[in-house]
């Protein structure tokens, strides 16, 4: 995701093979998830630990087992709780074929006709829809073995053949919901060309052409937090991508983000990062799943 966008302009996979899978753990540089969104269809597992994810507004608690997926285009983020977890992110117009039967469901899916339960509880999951997704993710991390690209593809239309047949559907937006998302969506994008500037919450107000109470309401309605806890989530997430930069020391990276007081950099860094600057310099080192298959995501 370029630094300054909401949306994200990141490859997933290539043209051959649209599919990019990832693992997330607190070593990651976006641990710290802040709402983005993506084309692609994303489907992810978590492995440890929990997360509570919000999804277009709305919001939902994670634990160990359960299943998360994201349409294309949702606006997402999530706070992770000693979480680690996988997913696989992917483009649903790979998937069309022409005369194939599952066309339909694809394009309602890729035009917001249609929409899939972005969260999938263990505990209320269809066990062999719980087994595929594990399969899934198996497959996509052997994908350079002979055949498993091949079993990717065909996990990815069982499980959107559950998903139609087990009716794991969400009831379409209201206009009103849909009106919030598209403020949203502009007051995060002014922050992420703002973000080395003071931002006021007037200054949000004017954006969205609202009273600064209805900007607090929006925010905390839509992503769960305040306009301030967002845009300082916003700068600790670029601290981490610049703190991988061996020439850049960390008084630098406060200067650089706003931070006028080191020690109050490192006291939001702490809180969003749970760990220091100087910590997370010492614990950057590959993941021991992190394999050539694995590559940055969120």
């Known amino acids: ?136 993710m198996v497959a996509m991390k052997n994908r350079l073995d002979e055949g498993n690209e091949l079993l990717v593809t065909g996990f990815a239309y069982i499980i959107l053949g559950f998903i139609e047949k087990d009716k794991l559907l969400l009831e379409p937006y209201t206009a009103e919901h849909n009106s919030r998302l598209s403020k949203i969506k502009l007051a995060l994008s002014y922050i992420h060309k703002k973000f080395k500037q003071e931002i006021t919450l007037q200054d949000l107000a004017d954006l969205l052409e609202v009273q600064k109470p209805s900007v607090v309401r929006i925010f905390k309605e839509m992503i769960g937090r305040t306009p301030l806890d967002y845009i300082n989530a916003y700068r600790i997430l670029i601290a981490r991508e610049m703190l991988k930069n061996k020439n850049v020391s960390i008084t630098q990276v406060a200067v650089d983000l706003g931070f006028a007081d080191l020690s109050y950099f490192t006291k939001v860094f702490k809180r969003y990062s749970g760990m220091t600057p100087r910590e997370y310099l010492k614990q950057q080192q590959p993941s021991s799943l992190a394999e050539s298959v694995v590559t940055t995501q969120i």
């Open 1 to 136: 995701m370029a630094l300054s966008e909401l949306r994200e302009k990141r490859a997933h996979g290539n043209e051959i093979f649209p599919f990019a899978y990832y693992f997330v753990d607190h070593h990651h540089e976006r641990y710290v998830m802040v709402p983005h969104w993506h084309k692609e269809f994303e489907i992810g597992r978590i492995l440890e630990g929990s997360l509570d994810i919000t999804i277009d507004g709305r919001y939902y608690h994670g634990e160990r087992g359960d299943i998360f997926c994201i349409n294309s285009g949702s606006l997402h983020s999530a706070q992770l709780h000693d979480c680690v977890y996988e997913d696989l992110v992917f483009d649903l117009q790979f998937l069309l074929h022409e005369r194939s039967c599952a066309n339909g469901f694809l394009y309602a899916l890729l035009y917001s006709q249609k929409n899939v339960s972005p969260f999938l509880p263990a505990a209320d999951t269809n066990d062999t829809l719980q087994h595929m997704v594990e399969q899934l």
